[in-house]
């Protein structure tokens, strides 16, 4: 695994916990929820400038997106 991988996994692992924490969710759910509308997509294929964002503006990046793609859980925070 490459170290740019590993970073990614890193990542993606405190982003799935920070929105699991958010909206009052199991991890694992969080993770189900992220992957059926759209939000791991969303963290891979914006990496470069999320990473760089706080986690409470990925997090709120990541409902929006998951909204849009027919998520039911949406709140402004």
């Known amino acids: 695994m490459s170290e740019l991988e590993k970073n990614m ?4 692992v405190i982003c799935v916990r920070e929105f699991a924490k958010r909206h009052n969710m199991a991890t694992k759910d ?5 992957d059926e509308y759209g939000g791991l997509d969303f963290l891979e294929e914006f990496y470069d400038v999320q990473h760089t964002l706080s986690f409470d503006d990925t997090v709120d990046s990541l409902t929006i997106i998951c909204h ?10």
């Open 30 to 34: 969080a993770m189900l929820y992220l």
């Open 9 to 12: 996994t890193d990542y993606f």
């Open 68 to 77: 849009k793609n027919g998520g039911a859980l949406y709140s402004y925070q």
